[in-house]
């Protein structure tokens, strides 16, 4: 017996900034419907997927700010996408930024969601490692304004589970840190899906600008193998007003290799049969945790923020 669920990576070309949401989510529901007549159960869309990447640019009032954000989801611009996909009978993650009154005030998050084939919101995620700058850097090429906009997410790294499988979610830079996947693989993830927007350009280390594609996989791939899950990554990619993005959107194995990988930096959707049950062979024997971890020689990994040269 395999568990096998049909998974496409819906890459996204860039969103301009003047894009309303119904433009967008045509799009997506586009995606939608190939992925459906690829026989996928499941499409995963990038991060912030209904708007240009807007933390690229510093906004001097609130209001300039929300219009990016969404106050329900499904909202009545958002609902043809979960309709569509409820009649297709394929489920969804995207990214997109939430604001929602909570503890008696405004909270705005970069927020992902697991959506199952009847169009229910089975699992939410708020991201936990904000990159960037809180204040305005002129000097930069462009903003990443992430620490002004959000909020450190406040929901961890929830697995469900839902599509015959344990599945869990992250958010783009939570992709390049092992605590991310190993907090998901102690509850026995066994599919980790996450959407990116990464310029090719990192106006702080410039140097690492020819190494984006590499680290990218780099991190996906040896969290998959280290977990024994699977990773589907999904890129919004291309030149999105002005800026480079970087593509390479994948579906990687639990062997930590890539078997489906888009190869343009615009709208493309790639898939793969993901045979859930592959997950076992590895947290079975070299990745079994409860077996071969050792967790009271990692103490200072939760102890310590930074590190601390004591040598
Ligand atoms: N959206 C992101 O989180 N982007 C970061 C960039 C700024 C480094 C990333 O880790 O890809």
């Not at 090429?141 to 499988?165: C, I, M, S």
């Amino acid at each position: 017996m395999s568990r096998i669920v049909t998974v496409g990576a819906a890459q996204l070309g860039p969103i301009a900034r003047s894009e309303t949401r119904p433009q967008v989510v045509s799009r997506l529901v586009a995606l939608l419907e190939q992925g459906k007549s690829h026989g996928c159960d499941l499409v995963v869309f990038p991060e912030l997927a209904l708007t240009t990447f807007f933390p690229r640019w510093f906004f001097e009032t609130q209001d300039e700010v929300d219009q990016f954000f969404e106050r329900e989801m499904p909202g009545p611009e958002t609902a043809p996408l979960f309709d569509r996909a409820r009649e297709l009978g394929v489920g969804f993650y995207i990214g997109y930024a939430e604001a929602v009154i909570e503890e008696g005030r405004e909270r705005r998050f970069n927020t992902s969601i697991i959506v199952d084939k009847d169009g229910k919101i089975v699992s939410k995620y708020r991201k936990i490692h904000l990159p960037g700058h809180a204040e305005h850097e002129p000097w930069r090429a462009f903003q990443h304004l992430e620490k002004r906009y959000f909020e450190t997410g406040n929901l961890g790294w929830p697995v469900v589970r839902a599509f015959d499988g344990l599945m869990g979610m992250c958010i783009c830079n939570d992709r390049r840190w092992p605590e991310t996947y190993r907090v998901m693989g102690l509850q026995g993830v066994e599919m980790v899906m996450l959407g990116y927007n990464t310029p090719v350009h990192n106006p702080p280390a410039p140097e690492h600008d020819r190494l984006g594609d590499f680290h990218n996989h780099l991190v996906m791939q040896s969290a998959a193998y280290q977990n024994g899950t699977w990773v589907v990554g999904v890129a919004k990619a291309g030149k999105e007003e002005g800026c480079d993005l970087i593509g390479g959107s994948v579906i990687i194995a639990p062997t930590g290799e890539i078997v489906a990988r888009c190869v343009t930096t615009g709208d493309e959707l790639v898939f793969a049969r993901c045979d859930l049950d592959l997950c076992a062979s590895f947290k079975n024997t070299i990745f079994n945790f409860a077996m071969h971890r050792e967790p009271q020689h990692y103490k200072m990994i939760v102890e310590r923020k930074g590190a601390v040269i004591s040598a």
